[in-house]
């Protein structure tokens, strides 16, 4: 990417630049208009933050066919039980783990950590990107799957704020 970045001409953006050369490859444009170096430092750190999360990420899961990579993007929702879990991922595939020591919380924590996940129900982890509307009775998601979300817990893991429905554009 190509890195434009217009700048008054009482700012040296050249010490701020070397501060976040090694946050960017090519490929990637940042366009933006700073009046101060403290303005250049702030678009710079907020490009470099916006990249290293949309950079593809990974959910290694041991299955029982060994030790499975699987794209954070393509999880729709994960469902424990048994002392175990079930990843059901948008091709439809279902991924499920060996049997886990560790409590579901515990086992799906690194996908809750990316901000696009939603604990909706104790035994229950939805990805908000799959997520089409949240009615009285549950979430809908966009391949019609409906899963739940008591209202106990929505008061406690409530849906981000400015988190829009898919297709009427409500925000919820």
């Known amino acids: 990417m190509i890195h434009i970045i217009l700048c008054s001409d009482q700012v040296d953006p050249i010490p701020v630049l070397k501060q976040y050369r090694d946050r960017f490859s090519d490929g990637e444009v940042c366009?933006?208009?700073?009046?101060?170096?403290?303005?250049?430092?702030?678009?710079?750190?907020?490009?470099?933050?916006?990249?290293?999360?949309?950079q593809e990420s990974f959910f290694t899961v041991t299955t029982r066919m060994g030790r499975s990579s699987i794209p954070i993007s393509d999880i729709v929702y994960c469902r424990s039980g048994q002392h175990s879990f079930q990843i059901?991922?948008?091709d439809g595939t279902v991924v499920s783990s060996r049997t886990t020591r560790c409590s579901f919380p515990t086992s799906v924590a690194p996908l809750l950590e990316t901000g696009f996940f939603l604990h909706c129900e104790r035994s229950v982890v939805v990805n908000l990107r799959?997520?089409?509307?949240?009615?009285?009775?549950?979430?809908?998601?966009?391949?019609?799957?409906?899963?739940?979300?008591?209202q106990t817990r929505r008061k406690r893991c409530p849906v981000p704020a400015g988190f829009a429905a898919g297709g009427a554009g409500e925000t919820l």
């Open 31 to 54: 366009v933006s208009a700073c009046k101060t170096e403290q303005e250049l430092s702030e678009v710079l750190g907020r490009a470099g933050r916006q990249r290293a999360a949309e």
């Open 88 to 90: 059901y991922l948008a």
């Open 130 to 150: 799959f997520v089409k509307m949240i009615q009285a009775n549950g979430i809908l998601l966009y391949d019609g799957t409906l899963l739940p979300y008591p």
